[in-house]
């Protein structure tokens, strides 16, 4: 079936460097997508969302860029800090209507920051 | 700023008993939602919960899963009969009308022996 998935399990950077996590999905009807920080003990947090109508969205050091053609989602983090480390799922809606009421989540990738 | 809480944090059970799962969504939100995550993997979607009924569920939502709003805060999602595989963290989450992400708890991390 369609699922959304992560390229890179692991991603390791020094302290002050920008992030990029990459994200895939397969479904072209989804239409709204989220990205959540989980850090340990703790629930999904949400950090950014994104419309299928838009290719980029910014937020506070954060930015989601998606591109449709090849169905591909990413996180950019500027200036990432030791407390942006975390496992960080990318999610799809795949429910019905406008009520996102089915997110499908990927496997998650762990960012670790280094000092 | 408003969360959703979950209790309690840590359910230890035997196989076979009865579970009921707490969380109390943030107070102006109408979609409520179950999901899970076994450790190490994605966090899987349960069910999700308007307007007093479930609007749609997976496939791991059998019979032995039910979902209650008993009042005009609380939320809980209820496992009959615990199997071992039940083991997991679920997360409650919610959200509110129109285009908003969904808010979760920290979860219950439910350990079946």
């Known amino acids: 079936g369609e699922s959304v998935g992560l390229h890179l399990p692991t991603l390791s950077v020094q302290e002050g460097d920008n992030s990029i996590i990459n994200c895939a999905y397969s479904n072209s009807a989804s239409d709204y997508f989220i990205w959540y920080k989980q850090e340990s003990g703790k629930g999904p947090q949400f950090i950014i969302d994104?419309?299928?109508?838009?290719d980029k969205r910014q937020g506070q050091r954060v930015t989601v860029l998606l591109n449709k053609t090849v169905k591909h989602l990413s996180l950019q983090i500027a200036a990432t800090q030791p407390g942006d480390s975390a496992v960080y799922f990318c999610?799809?809606?795949?429910?019905?209507?406008?009520?996102?009421?089915?997110?499908?989540f990927g496997t998650g990738t762990l960012l670790a920051v280094q000092p | 700023e408003p969360e959703v809480t979950q209790t309690p944090s840590h359910q230890v059970t035997q196989m076979g008993q009865e579970v009921i799962l707490r969380c109390v969504p943030i107070s102006n939100h109408l979609y409520f939602y179950w999901y899970r995550q076994i450790l190490g993997q994605k966090v899987e979607f349960l069910v999700s919960?308007?307007?007093?009924?479930?609007?749609?569920k997976s496939e791991i939502f059998d019979d032995q899963f039910s979902v209650e709003r008993p009042d005009g805060s609380n939320f809980t999602l209820k496992i009959r009969s615990t199997k071992l595989e039940d083991s997991a963290m679920y997360f409650c989450a919610s959200k509110g009308g129109g285009n908003s992400p969904l808010h979760f708890g920290n979860g219950t991390r439910l350990t079946v022996t």
């Open positions: 999610a799809e809606n795949m429910g019905l209507g406008g009520a996102t009421n089915k997110l499908i």
């Open positions: 994104i419309r299928s109508n838009m």
């Open positions: 919960f308007y307007n007093n009924e479930i609007s749609e």
